[in-house]
């Protein structure tokens, strides 16, 4: 189904089932222990061996030998893979660094080796016997060190550094201005679920029972980098335990589970140590970002300057903080750069909202500091910037005084100033205190924050099959995966509504590479795309099953179990008396991207109160508001939100991956000194969707939330901290050591 028109009215408009929140259909599984994760496919791999990988001990330089004749003789060992033993690999991709390394190094922990032996314990004691000697090079670790070597860098399909106006003029001649630098730190995914895979050979054809996000891609380079047919490589996974974009790509436990399983002759199941997830894939970089805004004295900007810069391998791509930039407030003058550093840390890549989230940790910063200096509230000072249209056009105006008017884009939906009012109203942000260190609560300094939220919505093809059972029953299949997110839900209501089924109808089968290609999870693309896609599948189904029953099928309803037109009504299990009909078919997007910007917008507010004495910091309350499209389910959109806003405590109070500069690694490896939120850090929070939908999205007017909920969190808290002390912390994240000997004094 191409999509080239804004939707109009169509079946789930009805909002009988999508729209309601539903509880997940996967709910009783994952509460019972009985959704199956990759290391845990013992019903299809009973006999499997264990895997364990030996990582890297340098960042940077060469492998001089291995010698594995103690690692060999250890009990129960069936295998072990080297560079040497492996035969050709390639390199994925989508991959930045090789998966196996050797000769050559090119960061801390990437695997060296992989021990397979028949338990566990078996392979990670022979793991320790392995004796590999290197030759260490002179690496770089240090961002701030690197800053002036850093080069231009695009971000994904951003056409790269942008200049509108004449931001310098227009910045020197500002009556009130701003000139701040903000830094975020290196951050992990951290997800509760390790990197995990079982493989398993049968001839020549490979499965792999795998925690991965993006099945289609994970086939592509897998098969790439074993040098294999990409038809030989099958990839299962129905259940992922947490991703945030870590799992978006092949990484070593496929490969290595792969090749383990190919030497031993027997299945493999490997999972990463955890310090292997923090230093062997993906990390979020991290940013320096230099925020220069001019206004007027009536609270208008004039001029807008966001540079930002980040580190990564040799080949790999920047952090894209200054994206939001482009987009999210009114001003005639503007420029953006991006600068990336050559780093030998483990790759960079995307977590979370990748841009907008580190980006708006320095933005909402700033527009607060600018509004102070304007002696307005924060929250007219980003109303009085709104726009309608994007005001930043990119390379098309790179030059001084060119025109924008005519190529300025409007924003398909954009209710920021909506959610900043409901959201201030509801907050009580008429009763914060704007002089800060001025509100007490016994032992407490107590202060309000506000940020706006941002993410683009991306649009991405997507297709499933469905099949009309003889049984009544209707089951779904695509590629689609879920990551924790509710995909099996929302898949189904989606597909319940358009053949006018109840839920408990509907069987939604997902993370099977055999089955047709998706969206997959991850940008926030994954519930609109995935979803349209059943939508048109679901269409192509209806069109048959009406020519079958003898219905117009433009006049056809399908509802309560029925294929109804005027008077007549007939049951839709008429319609497979004589077999199973299936349909399969997707979305695919014309070019609406480029007649309306589409975005979705939110607002947080938080309350934190400060020890007086101690400088410690505790969210107190949280408020999110979001204008994203229709809510396909409230329930579970709330709970992406409430874990966005979580994990953007996190970004703001406690997480840092801590570089080595000397040795070139992640000192806190593990979950006891990568510290993230527990219950105890995070107060009751609300939120509240607006009432949108979004005609040139996709035909089910949804955009996406997951990643919206985090965008602007850790600056509202950051503000909030400001508001509650007077000390201003721009670099993160917000740790009473940057507080305590800046404290008003205690009296």
Request: hydrophobic share 40%; net charge neutral; with cysteine.
């Amino acid at each position: 189904m191409k999509f080239d028109a804004p939707a109009t009215t169509n079946p789930i408009d009805r909002l009988t089932i999508v729209g309601q929140p539903v509880d997940r259909i996967d709910g009783p599984l994952k509460t019972t222990g009985t959704a199956r994760y990759a290391y845990e496919r013992h019903d299809i791999a009973p006999n499997a061996a264990y895997g364990y990988i030996v990582g890297a001990a340098i960042a940077k330089g060469r492998i001089t030998s291995i010698d594995l004749a103690a690692a060999k003789a250890a009990p129960g060992v069936l295998a072990i893979v080297t560079a040497d033993s492996a035969g050709k690999l390639d390199k994925g991709s989508k991959n930045t660094a090789k998966l196996l390394a050797g000769p050559e190094v090119q960061h801390y922990h990437q695997a060296v080796a992989v021990v397979v032996a028949e338990t566990f314990e078996q392979a990670r004691a022979a793991a320790q016997l392995v004796h590999v000697s290197y030759q260490s090079e002179r690496g770089t670790f240090d961002l701030a060190a690197e800053r002036d070597t850093a080069k231009p860098a695009k971000v994904m399909s951003d056409p790269g550094d942008s200049s509108v106006g004449d931001f310098a003029a227009a910045f020197a001649a500002a009556p009130v201005k701003i000139d701040e630098t903000y830094s975020t730190p290196d951050e992990s995914h951290a997800m509760m679920e390790p990197h995990a895979s079982t493989a398993m050979w049968e001839g020549d054809k490979l499965t792999v029972w795998t925690s991965n996000q993006m099945i289609a891609w994970g086939v592509q380079d897998l098969a790439k980098t074993l040098g294999i047919p990409k038809e030989n490589v099958r990839l299962v996974s129905p259940y992922i335990g947490g991703g945030f974009g870590g799992k978006l790509f092949l990484r070593a436990d496929a490969v290595l589970a792969a090749l383990g399983a190919r030497a031993a002759g027997r299945p493999v199941k490997l999972t990463l140590q955890r310090a292997l997830v923090f230093n062997n894939t993906t990390h979020r970089p991290a940013t320096i970002q230099r925020l220069r805004i001019g206004a007027d004295r009536d609270g208008k900007i004039t001029a807008i300057g966001h540079e930002s810069w980040s580190g990564d391998l040799p080949d790999g791509k920047p952090e894209g903080a200054i994206s939001q930039t482009r987009l999210l407030y009114a001003g005639p003058n503007r420029m953006t750069a991006t600068r990336l550093a050559v780093l030998d840390l483990p790759e960079g890549n995307s977590m979370r909202a990748p841009g907008e989230a580190p980006g708006m940790m320095a933005l909402e910063i700033a527009i607060d500091e600018i509004a102070e200096k304007l002696k307005l509230d924060p929250v007219e000072f980003r109303i009085r910037n709104d726009t309608q249209v994007v005001p930043d056009v990119g390379e098309a105006s790179s030059k001084p005084g060119n025109s924008t008017a005519t190529k300025q884009l409007p924003f398909s939906q954009r209710q920021l100033i909506e959610c900043m009012r409901i959201g201030a109203d509801k907050f009580g942000w008429d009763k914060r205190n704007p002089q800060p260190a001025s509100v007490r609560d016994g032992r407490w300094l107590v202060g309000m924050g506000v940020a706006a939220a941002f993410r683009n919505n991306m649009l991405t093809k997507s297709a499933a099959r469905v099949r009309l059972e003889q049984d009544g029953t209707l089951v779904v299949e695509t590629d689609m995966t879920d990551i924790g997110t509710g995909s099996y839900t929302i898949i189904g209501q989606t597909a319940a509504e358009m053949m006018g089924l109840p839920l408990q109808k509907i069987s939604v089968r997902l993370g099977d590479s055999r089955f047709p290609v998706s969206a997959g999870s991850g940008g926030q693309w994954g519930g609109n795309n995935s979803t349209a896609g059943v939508y048109a599948a679901c269409v192509k189904l209806r069109e048959a099953v009406a020519r079958k029953l003898g219905f117009n099928s433009a006049e056809a309803e399908f509802e309560g179990g029925e294929v109804r037109a005027g008077n007549r009504r007939v049951p839709l299990a008429d319609a497979v008396r004589d077999g199973q009909i299936e349909a399969e078919d997707g979305i695919e997007y014309g070019d609406l991207q480029k007649k309306a910007q589409q975005s979705t917008f939110g607002a947080h507010f938080v309350e934190v109160g400060v020890d007086a004495a101690t400088a410690e910091i505790r969210v107190r309350r949280m408020l999110a508001v979001c204008a994203a499209g229709r809510i396909l389910n409230p329930k579970t959109a709330r709970s992406q939100v409430i874990g966005a806003m979580t994990m953007g405590v996190g970004a703001a109070l406690m997480e840092e991956l801590v570089v080595d500069k000397k040795v070139g690694f992640f000192v806190n490896h593990d979950l006891a000194g990568y510290e993230v939120p527990v219950h105890a850090d995070i107060p009751h929070q609300d939120m509240i969707f607006l009432d949108e939908t979004d005609p040139m999205s996709s035909p089910m007017k949804a955009k996406g939330v997951a990643e919206l909920g985090i965008c602007g969190v850790a600056a509202a808290i950051a503000n909030a901290v400001y508001n509650a002390t007077g000390v201003r912390v721009r670099d993160y994240p917000v740790t009473l050591d940057k507080l305590i000997d800046k404290m008003p004094p205690i009296g």
